[in-house]
């Protein structure tokens, strides 16, 4: 198994970075395809962030100084990849990008890769009513299990700032299920 350093080493030197880069894929790709597809919903929509996604990673690699992990990195920059992705595609249909979020949620039914039952469906509208932080943090926290120290790098927030972030989002999605 190879570790985050000698990775990076590999993906910055010519001769390896092919096959250091196809190592990173099989890595982190099912990892970031679900905070993706938790953020943008749809399968499709999903896999186009992600490829996305490794593309800036594949290119900034050189620019990585190692002040974080490697992981949380690439998170960052899928976090901000789905975000831009939201934003456009709320600019091309000319509603808010809260609208396009909640259009996602309606096409979950129809959606063939969407596997959640009834429940998980009354959840990710709970989600779509939160603000874009709260759902990010509650996605990241919930569905990924990241810690609040790496979710504060990918973030750029304070653990503090996240834990109450996690927990009004709690609030409010109990509250939602309770009401609906």
């Known amino acids: 198994m190879i570790d985050d350093s000698q990775l990076l080493e590999q993906l910055k030197s010519g001769s390896y970075k092919e096959k250091a880069f196809k190592t990173l894929l099989s890595l982190y790709k099912e990892r970031l395809y679900w905070h993706i597809r938790n953020i943008v919903k749809s399968h499709d929509d999903a896999d186009d962030v992600l ?20 992981f949380s990195w690439m998170y960052r920059i899928a976090t ?25 949620i309606n ?30 943090v509650f996605n990241m926290k919930y569905f990924n299990e990241i810690k609040y120290k790496d979710m504060s790098v990918i973030l750029e927030t ?14 409010k999605i109990e509250d939602y299920l309770t009401k609906n």
Do not use: C, M
């Open 158 to 171: 304070s653990e503090g700032a996240l834990k109450a972030s996690y927990h009004i989002a709690v609030k």
């Open 80 to 104: 901000n990849e789905s975000i831009t992705f939201i934003n456009k595609k709320a600019k091309r249909l000319q509603v808010t990008s809260e609208e396009v979020q909640q259009i996602a």
């Open 51 to 70: 490829q996305n996604t490794f593309i800036k990673v594949y290119k900034n690699i050189n620019n990585f100084k190692g002040d974080s992990k490697l």
């Open 107 to 136: 096409n979950l039914t129809t959606d063939v890769y969407f596997e959640g039952d009834t429940i998980q469906l009354k959840l990710q509208q709970a989600i779509a009513t939160l603000p874009q932080k709260q759902q990010l």
